[in-house]
């Protein structure tokens, strides 16, 4: 049953900033009135985008102002959607506690049960009549919609089948008593369910019961089947018992069979191992004579190299590392060295296994000294400063390293001059320059070899890399190689590309490429330079590389491989040394810069300016060789 006592809402179209709004119904509080805008009844906010003003004393109408933002939200919607129209909707706060009427603006919470909703118009009714009587005898118009029949002491008020008049209801104790009677009827309810959920619970355990009672009648004939299996297997394992104890005989008989086996096999591994020898020697003699008959001298070179290096392996015996792709030599402290676990090598007939490191017994080292590390007839490692001869008859060399005067860098500002064994130094018989002699040299991103020092004047004598010997260079040429002419004391009148090439030649290296000079000189000082002629092959720490190689730049230029730059005049020209002509040939290049070059001197300083006859007491060499890596 609807309560319509009088208009409840107000729609007011096109509302502008400003412009009051007279509402033609009671109101006692601002507070007590709402303001809606949009299709979805957005709510405005109180003070913020309106202002209230009541008709006091008798309340009967009151003004709605809007302010700037409510226009402000209402153009906001229009323009994100076209159909809103610019009006809003006034409610009071008891129109929104009443319910639906026909015009959709009354609601109530409370519309699941008949009897919440008609004890929430008794006291509706209530409120209202109050508000009539206390406040003003105006509050219900001119002309009263309601005919007040008799207000009795602690009576609701409801009103009769008409509508029309209100006549006395139920008592407070009445309504309290009709309340714990619904919650009642609401918990027996709950109950019930309650109880059909623990039936429901009862039916399936009794399930389950009985079905327990048949999982277990079955376990019983299992268990009853199990014992009589556990019976036959132990009349079988009786009898494997009996099956064991033969084979345990059979076995032993077995084991002194395998022994005498393994002494035959030894024989016959030795005597395969000498065969194999005579055959991998045999095999060399041939190399060499193909050698001499077909190869080019170059070619002849490279193949001498390797023909020495598979006779030093048929002569030295079986070498094992636990890993080939690195040095079987550990540096464990600036002057120690030390052999890696899980070597294992052939001395003298005896194999040496070294499950953990075993330190090498050191000689008294200096700065710049190359040591050989040897395996002596009783297994014991010793590192000497002779290359040659073993510290004890029958010893093995197996590597080596170089002491050198100072540390690598670990940027890109150089090293120190703190003396120790360079890293990068350290080789073994399978992990070495192909090149003959190791001494002096440094790997190089595990991809080739670089001399540590510059070419020194007698490297016939020390090696081409050398610590504190005399610089070779235009002003002290080299000594011409016995592979090349030389008789060990005349020297090159100059050093031009082509003599620094064949002593680098003779010693079985070559000079380096751009790619391959950046690369091992990278860590040295960048844009700088020594400032005067170093002249031998000292240590200037802020020009040691990553790698160790010292004087890397910014003292003496070296030759490169690479040519380019200019060509010469397309003519024949007299520029290789009195051994043909060359004609329209390019210039060749020179890497590192001057010791009194600053900014142009670096790691990738080149000069692309010089024929390859060219020679001065400014530019030197540095040989390398590739990386030698055996199974």
């Not at 809606?36 to 008709?55: C, I, M, P, Q, R």
């Not at 297997?233 to 076995?251: H, K, M, V, W, Y």
Request: proline share 4%; with cysteine; net charge negative.
């Amino acid at each position: 049953m609807a309560i319509a006592v009088e208009t409840v809402a107000v729609r007011v179209l096109n509302v502008q900033t400003g412009v009051e709004i007279p509402v033609n119904m009671p109101l006692f509080a601002a507070n007590e009135v709402f303001v809606y805008y949009g299709k979805a009844s957005l709510l405005a906010e109180y003070n913020v985008d309106y202002t209230v003003e009541l008709d006091a004393p008798n309340f009967n109408t009151f003004i709605i102002t809007p302010l700037a933002s409510l226009l402000t939200k209402i153009n906001d919607l229009i323009n994100e959607d076209p159909t809103e129209t610019n009006y809003v909707t006034i409610r009071r706060t008891l129109d929104n506690t009443t319910e639906a009427t026909s015009a959709g603006v009354r609601h109530t919470p409370f519309t699941s049960r008949e009897f919440e909703r008609t004890i929430m118009r008794f006291q509706q009714i209530t409120e209202r009549l109050n508000r009539a009587l206390v406040l003003s005898p105006n509050f219900v118009g001119d002309e009263s919609l309601l005919e007040l029949q008799e207000v009795l002491p602690n009576r609701t008020l409801q009103t009769d089948m008409t509508g029309t008049r209100i006549v006395p209801g139920p008592t407070a104790d009445e309504v309290a008593n009709a309340q714990e009677y619904a919650n009642q009827a609401v918990a027996a309810r709950d109950a019930s369910v309650v109880a059909q959920g623990l039936s429901e619970d009862a039916r399936d355990a009794s399930v389950l019961a009985r079905n327990a009672a048949i999982a277990a009648q079955t376990g019983a004939e299992t268990a009853q089947g199990l014992s009589e299996t556990a019976q036959g297997l132990s009349e079988d394992a009786r009898d494997a018992a009996n099956i064991a104890q033969g084979l345990a005989e059979t076995a032993q008989l077995g084991a002194e069979t395998a022994q005498l086996g393994a002494e035959t096999a030894q024989g016959l591994a030795e005597a395969a191992r000498d065969e194999a020898v005579n055959r991998l020697e045999n095999a060399a003699g041939a190399v060499r004579h193909d050698v001499v008959q077909t190869l080019t001298d170059g070619a002849k070179l490279q193949a001498r190299v390797n023909v020495q290096a598979a006779n030093r392996l048929t002569e030295s015996g079986f070498l094992h590392k636990a890993n080939k792709r690195t040095c079987l030599i550990d540096r464990t402290g600036n002057g120690t060295l030390s052999v890696k676990a899980g070597t294992i090598v052939e001395v003298d007939g005896n194999i040496f296994s070294y499950a953990n490191a075993e330190a090498i017994t050191m000689p008294s080292l200096a700065a710049g000294d190359d040591v050989a590390v040897w395996i002596r007839p009783d297994g014991q490692p010793v590192a000497t400063l002779d290359h040659v001869s073993p510290p004890v008859a029958n010893s093995r060399m197996i590597g080596g390293g170089h002491y050198a005067p100072g540390g690598n860098a670990a940027a890109q500002a150089g090293g120190n001059t703190t003396a120790q064994f360079n890293p990068y130094s350290l080789w073994d018989e399978k992990f070495r320059p192909v090149c003959f002699d190791p001494r002096g040299m440094a790997l190089i991103a595990d991809e080739f070899w670089c001399d540590i020092y510059l070419l020194g004047v007698d490297h016939h004598i020390n090696g081409t890399s050398r610590y504190n010997v005399t610089i070779a260079d235009g002003s002290s040429p080299p000594k011409i190689p016995t592979l090349f002419g030389g008789n060990g004391s005349t020297a090159y009148g100059s050093l031009t590309w082509w003599e620094a090439s064949e002593v680098m030649k003779s010693h079985a290296k070559q000079l380096l490429d751009y790619a391959e000079f950046a690369a091992a000189m990278y860590g040295t000082t960048e844009g700088s330079g020594g400032g005067t002629d170093p002249v031998s092959t000292i240590l200037r720490a802020a020009y040691t590389s990553k790698w160790g190689i010292m004087l890397a730049t910014g003292n003496l230029w070296v030759w490169g491989r690479d040519f380019g730059g200019p060509f010469a005049s397309a003519a024949w020209s007299n520029t290789a040394g009195g051994r043909g002509q060359v004609y329209n040939q390019s210039n060749v290049a020179l890497f590192g810069g001057y010791w009194f070059f600053s900014a142009e001197a670096g790691s990738r300083a080149s000069l692309w300016a010089h024929l390859p006859s060219n020679s001065n007491y400014g530019i030197s060499a540095r040989g390398r060789s590739d990386h030698l890596i055996l199974a």
